[in-house]
């Protein structure tokens, strides 16, 4: 059972390097052959149990423990070059990535931005045709008005212009450029001042003289 389970043993080292089974996986090298021994136990000699089992790091030799130091430089190198180029193609995805996003940003802000001044003229276009109508229905009122108005008083003036009316107006008007003298004096006044002189009856007071 013990030659079984050391080739066993043997044969789990030989598949793994040498920074596994000395560092990354020494510490559960106890565990798992204390599993394995058990499981030969329970085969060969059932009833007997392992309480614990303890490994002896072995020390290895200095040629080969130089020559795993240099690998080991040699794959650390690597690693960090390789995480290095890792961080830079991040970087780059990353700064790509921002790239993309500012540019849809300022695409946003420009549509949002053309967009406001069609928005702009559309109002200045609406608010100038409001403002024309408004002018033109001020202007159409006040024509409507003035046309009334004149109606009005051509209906006026031809209710008006009766017969009666006109001669009433052209009395008026002899009234206004008519000047009437009375007493004994108007012949001798009017010869006097040179007056235009025009007696309608001999007995009459009243001269009428164009003005």
Do not use: C, W
């Not at 990354?24 to 085969?43: G, M, R, S, W």
């Not at 052209?170 to 009437?180: D, P, S, V």
Request: no cysteine; proline share 4%.
């Amino acid at each position: 059972a013990v030659v079984s389970t050391q080739s066993d043993l043997y044969g789990r080292g030989s598949t793994q390097n040498l920074h596994s089974v000395y560092i990354d996986l020494f510490d559960q090298i106890d565990e798992n052959l204390k599993t394995a021994l058990q499981k030969d136990l329970n085969e060969m000699a059932p009833g007997l149990h392992i309480v614990a089992v303890r490994v002896t790091k072995p020390k290895i030799p200095e040629a080969i423990r130089r020559n795993y130091e240099l690998m080991e430089a040699e794959r650390t190198k690597l690693l960090i070059a390789t995480e290095k180029q890792k961080v830079i193609e991040k970087e780059a995805e990353t700064e790509r990535k921002r790239a993309v996003i500012e540019a849809e940003k300022q695409a946003q802000v420009a549509n949002i931005s053309y967009a406001q001044k069609i928005m702009e003229k559309e109002s200045m276009q609406k608010m100038s045709a409001i403002e024309d109508a408004t002018i033109l229905a001020r202007k159409k009122s006040a024509a409507d008005a003035e046309f009334y108005a004149a109606k009005q008083a051509a209906a006026s003036n031809t209710l008006r212009l009766t017969p009666e009316y006109l001669e009433l107006m052209k009395y008026k008007a002899i009234l206004t450029n008519t000047k009437m003298y009375f007493g004994p004096s108007i012949p001798k006044y009017i010869t006097e001042n040179n007056l235009p002189f025009t007696s309608t009856t001999p007995d009459d007071e009243t001269f009428d003289q164009g003005a």
